[in-house]
């Protein structure tokens, strides 16, 4: 499509989403062009009639081919919008999804009730979004992100520098606790919660894009909440939080896993279609020291 416009491409490309069967077609179109071009979106639509250059359009004929085959657009251009910012991704950590700013909000929440000397720990941090979101609203907030995945870790610290918070936050390397020596207000996570045997009939842009080490949460998809809140009240200052996100069916085993280790005030928040999302609780007994 030589000297075609950014419109006419645009439309193009969703055209052809449409023929695959997309439903984000427009939008799937429209985020491509823009990160082709090199326009945000509301820098496309004042550019709309401006000609692509040779080098964008062979950008968007190689993704509309992988898009086309399931690939999603994230993987496709390195990046995701996430509560606000803009995260880098690789294929050693999991897409991030509007469902988990849930546990950012709650999350937030709970640092407030913390007070301003509150730290967070973010345990398999991955792309680290949200310890980087929590730290780019609370500038006195500082923090710690553990991942197994020195990749992951990797695209985490180039995030964090990205949206300058690296001299507040640390980085460490090792399976949930295991590098972990002090105590802080709140520990969150997003682990692992996707029933084992389920994996392989999960949508194709999580099944195949997402590390399955991230998704794999056992047998019963519960593995990583008993580890986390087995181990956590020895990680907590008293009267600490947790919070941690959910597969949807999960609110009550894991509020129950939860009571069962000590923690009070446990409780569920939704999404916002109304979905168990995240559970949180409060230890409030002093812990012997890790």
């Not at 985490?156 to 295991?178: M, P, S």
């Amino acid at each position: 499509m030589p000297n075609a416009s950014l419109e006419q491409v645009q439309r193009d490309l969703a055209r052809r989403f449409v023929d695959a069967g997309i439903e984000t077609s427009m939008l799937d179109a429209r985020l491509l062009v823009c990160a082709a071009s090199g326009f945000t979106p509301e820098q496309l639509i004042m550019e709309q009639a401006t000609p692509i250059s040779a080098v964008a359009l062979g950008k968007i004929r190689g993704w509309e081919a992988a898009r086309c085959a399931g690939v999603p657009v994230s993987r496709l251009v390195g990046s995701r919008a996430f509560f606000g910012l803009n995260f880098d991704i690789g294929p050693a950590v999991l897409d991030p999804r509007p469902d988990t700013e849930t546990l950012v909000k709650v999350a937030l929440v709970l640092l407030e009730k913390q007070g301003p000397d509150a730290d967070v720990l973010d345990l398999g941090t991955g792309s680290g979004c949200v310890l980087i979101s929590l730290l780019d609203r609370m500038p006195a907030l500082r923090g710690l992100g553990v991942d197994i995945s020195a990749r992951a870790l990797r695209i985490a610290r180039r995030n964090a520098h990205i949206h300058k918070v690296r001299d507040r936050l640390g980085l460490r390397q090792g399976r949930w606790f295991a590098p972990v020596r002090e105590r802080c207000a709140l520990i969150v996570s997003n682990p692992p919660y996707i029933v084992r045997a389920e994996i392989d009939h999960l949508a194709t842009d999580v099944r195949d894009h997402d590390p399955r080490i991230a998704l794999d949460g056992g047998v019963d998809g519960l593995d990583a909440y008993r580890e986390i809140c087995m181990r956590a009240p020895l990680y907590l200052k008293a009267g600490g939080h947790i919070a941690l996100e959910i597969g949807y069916d999960q609110a009550g085993s894991v509020s129950g896993i939860m009571r069962a280790q000590g923690f009070s005030n446990v409780d569920v928040t939704t999404d916002l279609e109304g979905r168990a999302r995240v559970v949180s609780g409060q230890i409030k007994k002093t812990q012997k020291g890790v």
